[in-house]
Nanobody, 125 residues
Framework: VQLQASGGGLVQPGGSLRLSCVAS????????IGWFRQAPGKEREGVAC????????YYEDSVKGRFTISRDNAENTVYLRMNSLKLEDTGVYYC???????????????????WGQGTLVTVSS
């Protein structure tokens, strides 16, 4: 089970980025996916998560209304569209996968089994 996160970069406040999380070695539609981030000097925190079918999503309050998580199981990819980026969105973003048959989503990092390597998002003027 391998996850590859990409799409990070340097963006000005108010800008947008789309992160991708590509799975290899397994079929993504058997897994719930979460995005997490870790800012410099801070603990890792949840951002958004999605169930295996894509019908249920959850967003932390800090990103609600600005970020959108989606998935394309045919492409084995989960996306995180980030709009109206703020300075405090800066950090390394990780995607994580958890095998699931129940159809739910999972908010906490301890719920996940597999992690990608992270992609750096820097919001700066």
């Amino acid at each position: 089970v391998q996850l590859q996160a990409s799409g990070g970069g340097l963006v000005q406040p108010g800008g947008s980025l789309r992160l991708s999380c590509v799975a290899s070695g397994f079929t993504l539609d058997d897994y719930a996916i979460g995005w997490f981030r870790q800012a410099p000097g801070k603990e890792r925190e949840g951002v958004a998560c999605i169930n295996r079918g894509g019908s249920s999503t959850y967003y932390e309050d800090s990103v609600k209304g600005r970020f959108t998580i989606s998935r394309d199981n045919a492409e084995n990819t989960v996306y995180l569209r980030m709009n109206s980026l703020k300075l405090e969105d800066t950090g390394v973003y990780y995607c994580a996968a958890r095998a699931d048959r129940g159809g739910g989503y999972f908010r906490y990092s301890s719920d996940y089994e597999s992690w990608g390597q992270g992609t750096l998002v820097t919001v700066s003027s």
